[in-house]
């Protein structure tokens, strides 16, 4: 049953995830840099505040007793995540919803669910899971089939995007998306593949803060099992490193391009816009808010990683079919998407029940 709820919270988060540039792609009249830092100061200032605010009361006294070492790591981490973060949105400019969430969100997968894995097995600290086991457990093999399978089904949605390039002349998709451009959209989403995993070191080096906050509730609520919203003290500190590198750069753009005046331009709907960001902006937040809960269910780091992605790439590929993104390419194009979709949802199966087969 634990494993069944945090499938489900993990099915939640991905889905917010996979479904927050929606409303960005509403916007009208603002450039790139305007809807975005406008949508990012929901993501990663306000909604984790009060998120924060309403499940941990003690959550500022929290962060002021951690030592300086834990915060600046896990403030690094976030400057960094930030990065990734931001070229995903410039992946997914270039690529598309469904492929560039594919491809960014694959390799953040891999990378963010087993280098921890691999420190740790040199490494080793109480409660945390070495490579070693993966190979030596029955739920690890099943684990690392899982994320080979994720792996697998990647690669397909990523080849069903090279044939889409290749049949729409390289120029748009029938989603109307002009600024379509594979080469670049992959080297984008290589730089921020990598970059996002980040996110998930991130939560490694706060969860002294994480754990603080759950010891706290355990106290009030004894025999009641972990604190479904622990995290959300790491979350703060986290996204203050986020925000610190995305609003440099959008602030240069902004700057550079004078689309500040986006902000009041009187000939676009200001208002609407403004909705549609905070909109964007607080479902972005909402993943984390929904992975931390599947992770306290499955009280395994990398499982919960990789189920997280799956479900982000599997949802993004289903928005990228909502959005006609793969319409007018041929039979055997749409085949290749479906099949990596099958495929992932497979993977999900296995990471999310491995302890249970």
Known sequence: MQALLGVIFHFIGGGASSSFYVPYK???????ESFWILGGFFSWLIAPFVAAWLTIP??????????????????????LWGIGGLTYGLGVRYLGVSLGSSIILGLSM????????????????MGKEGIALYFTTNWGVIT?????????GVYLCGRAGVRKEKELGGHSDASGNKEFNL???????????ALS????????????????ANELWKAVHPNQGEFLFQNNVTYIVVLWGGITTNLIYCAALLWRNKSYKDY???????????????????MWYLQFFFYGMGESKLGNGASSWILHMAFIILLANAWGVIL??????????????????AVIIVSVLLVGFAKEI
């Open 26 to 32: 509403k916007v009208k009249g603002w450039s790139w």
């Open 58 to 79: 003690q959550f500022g006294e929290i962060i002021r007793n951690t030592d300086s070492s834990t915060l600046g790591y896990t403030y690094l981490y976030g400057v």
């Open 110 to 125: 891999v990378i963010g669910a087993l280098l921890p894995s691999i420190y740790y097995e040199f490494y080793p600290t």
């Open 144 to 152: 690392l089939l899982g994320l080979a399978l994720c792996i697998l």
């Open 183 to 193: 080469g670049l959209g992959l080297l984008v989403a290589v730089i921020s593949g």
């Open 197 to 212: 995993a980040c996110f998930n070191f991130g939560l490694e080096a706060g969860k002294p803060m994480a754990n603080v």
């Open 264 to 282: 009041f331009d009187r000939q676009t709907p200001r208002g609407r816009n403004f909705l549609l960001c905070a909109l964007g902006g607080t």
């Open 324 to 341: 006609k993104e793969w319409k007018g390419v041929s039979r055997k194009t749409y085949a290749t998407i479906v099949a990596g979709i």
